[in-house]
């Protein structure tokens, strides 16, 4: 007996097994190795689908076959199979002992470009602006972490993330575009808003980092594979906006020095003026073309050395680095033009500012902060614009209490004050930063304060009230500007609880009862009868009424909801009972919070 779903051989296939593949499958329709698939797929942007049915199983993970076709006809799938060929040729050259033909094969080994893929998965400007996000974050990380043989992370590698790192962060703090910035424990949490895109990357501490052997590298060294080039094409294009030509050309004797950001401030400070004649590019190239030939000359492991030493200068402990960066931000002729509102407010924050930063503060990223916001910094150590005992500084930022001489024409700050400040928009008061004390909570500028259900900190209201007192406006009281002559609709939206609605519907029914008792007295008085006062009367029967016009009132909201549901499709319904139980949880964390705050307020009332 002929089965129902019985496919006689030769016919074709049919719904989802004709459109959808396994991974396994497409393995075997493109003959590649599974590290390659996925390096493939993380290049070109192919991710699994899900098809209604999956008629292998609910294991396996499936793939559209169109994906896969995409896949087969990629060139770079034949590089990668050209280097495969390469790599056992240099196993055979090893293998009869033949050292030369092996390094000249190494040196030979074709590589594979992704700038043909950029161009394909990102036609327009805007759409990898929209995808920079996890870009930032990939490269600010990969210029954190210590090079490593072993985990495949070269040198070269850490320093070009580190290149690109530091020329995005000097595009953003010289055209002001950095609009927030948060501490957390993960790291430090910056966006900034170019064209309209708002872009959010996560920078590590600088601190030593740790590579743990549960994190799978080799993926993460596929999607850089990806981001470098990607974050140098949009270098190039912001670069080029405000007239400066990229990749800057460095001086080499300070690319030795591992002062490369020096010599890339002293390229922006040159270029950037128009009027300035440059005498200083034609000896700079010279150099460079000394220091190359100089350079092929030197064997192997004089390189490795010099790369070694070019790293370990370019960590976030060094002098140099911070330095050359805030340098970035020297202003161009021309440039408040074709400006927003936005970018205006955020470069005059810390206009006729000046900073002078502690050895044991967090230097480079507020070195990227303070510029942005149009202040002047510098700092503790060799290579900075002006020294400590300058008289025109007005603010030092440092960590800890013991200070050797102190000025009494600035002021002593925390770190903290310099990020709240920057996600506030003004100058906050410095009593609450001062060193030794216990600074208010570093608030995300993340988190929507003004959304319906929300938990506001005190500090938040502060700070809104501040903000308010600076723009020279007033904050309206609760309640002003709705309707006051109706108490039901200040209940109904949430502006009043039960108890003053009854109050505001007493007064209300008062003022109107007296009303009408004065005209009555006034027809007594004209027709000669005597006054008799009611004011006991009134009350006692405004009292009543008012009582009963609450109870009458909630059961007629009560009702009306119950009416209002039952008119509702089954949706509708649903979606306003989801809508409650949001609302419910979000008031349940709300009392949460407000209970642990009470707790800890009577905690330090006891210590105290």
Known sequence: MVGKHYRPPGKKKEGNAAKFVTRSQALKLLQISLPLFRKLCILKGVTPREPKKKFKGTHQTYYHLKDIAFLHHEPLLEVHRAIKTHERKIKKAEAKKNIERANRLRDQTP??????????????????????????????LFAALPASESKKIDVERVHKCRRLAHEWQAFISRTHKLRKAFVSVKGIYYQASIEGQALTWLTPHSLQQV?????????????????????GFVNFRLYHSINLKYPPLLDPRLEALAADLYALSRYVGRNTRPSAVNFESVDIVEQEHIEVKQSGAQSKDEKSELRLAQLHHQLPSNDHGPGA?????????????DVDQDTQECRKLFENMKFFLSREVPRESLL????????????????????????????????????GHK???????????????????????????????????HLSPFVDDEEEGAYVPDYAQTIKHLQAAARKEILPLPGVGK??????????????????????AQRKQKMMMLEQQYHEDLKKELQHATYTPMDSKVDEQISTEVTKTGKESSYDVQNVDDMGKLLMSRKKRKLLEAMQISNDRKQAKHDLIKQRKKKIEAAQNQGS
């Not at 590579?211 to 974050?231: A, K």
């Not at 960066?325 to 033009?337: F, K, N, S, Y």
């Not at 002559?485 to 009043?496: R, S, T």
């Open 368 to 403: 990227f902060i303070i510029p942005a916001f149009g202040g002047a910094v510098s700092w503790e150590g060799e290579g900075g614009p002006f020294g400590e005992s300058d008289q025109s500084i007005t603010h030092q930022i440092v960590d800890r209490e013991a200070q």
């Open 483 to 504: 309707d006051l002559e109706d108490p039901q609709n200040l209940l109904a939206e949430g502006v009043i609880d039960r108890a003053e609605a009854n109050e505001a």
């Open 325 to 337: 960066l805030m340098h970035l931000v020297e202003e161009a002729a021309g440039d408040d033009d």
């Open 111 to 140: 590589k594979p470009k992704i700038d043909r893929i950029i161009r394909q998965r990102y036609p327009r400007f805007v759409d990898a602006l929209g995808e920079l996000d996890d870009c930032l974050s990939m490269v600010h």
């Open 211 to 231: 590579v743990s052997e549960e994190v799978d590298l080799p993926t993460m060294l596929n999607f850089l594979q990806l981001y470098e080039p990607l974050l």
């Open 407 to 441: 000025f009494l024409s600035r002021e002593y700050v925390q770190p903290q004050w310099i990020f709240d400040c920057v996600n506030a928009r003004i100058i906050l008061p410095t009593n609450d930063y001062v060193v030794g004390k216990i600074p208010p909570p």
